[in-house]
């Protein structure tokens, strides 16, 4: 646990400035050790000169969709982002994605039935679509495996295992 500070500085418009203070085990003099040289799905990073791997991200919360929307472009891929199954399935009949997240319990086209589209399309036959729900029921788990997704999340969904998820289906 760490113990400190955090105090107002400033505000500039609607944005407020904070500073943060807290206790280290580090000295101003001690090396601090690097962070490693190598991002979680740094083998999905092409070579200069190839593609990307592409992800469609949806869901209708906004924060949701910006979270694994910034994890998924510092690990190396392009990003869609969409808050609708409708809008979803449009970019997937327009682009080709190496790997769709969607929620399930979205208003109007649930996650059920975008996997159950998307799996219609033939280049989405085989991409691998990851389910994630906040809502967790007995039965989620089968019914998205039903309804074409490859893996089911539970919210809050940890990052680190939605990128081992991701390199270990699309390996």
Known sequence: ???GSLTPSGFNGP????????ASRFSAHDEVPSPPDRTPLADDIPAEGKRRPRALV?????????MI????RYTGYDVAAVLTAPDA?????????DVVVSDIGMPGMSGYELAMALRSLDNYVSV????MTGFAMYDDRE???ESGFDAFLTKPINLMDLIDLIR????
């Open 128 to 131: 691998p679509l990851i389910a």
């Open 89 to 97: 399935l449009e970019k997937a009949r327009s682009e080709d994605f």
């Open 69 to 72: 929307t910034m994890l998924l």
């Open 1 to 3: 646990m760490l113990t």
């Open 143 to 145: 019914r998205a495996l």
């Open 15 to 22: 944005a407020a400035f904070f500073r943060n203070a807290f």
């Open 168 to 171: 270990q289906l699309r390996s």
């Open 58 to 66: 949806v869901d209708d919360a906004p924060d949701v969709t910006e």
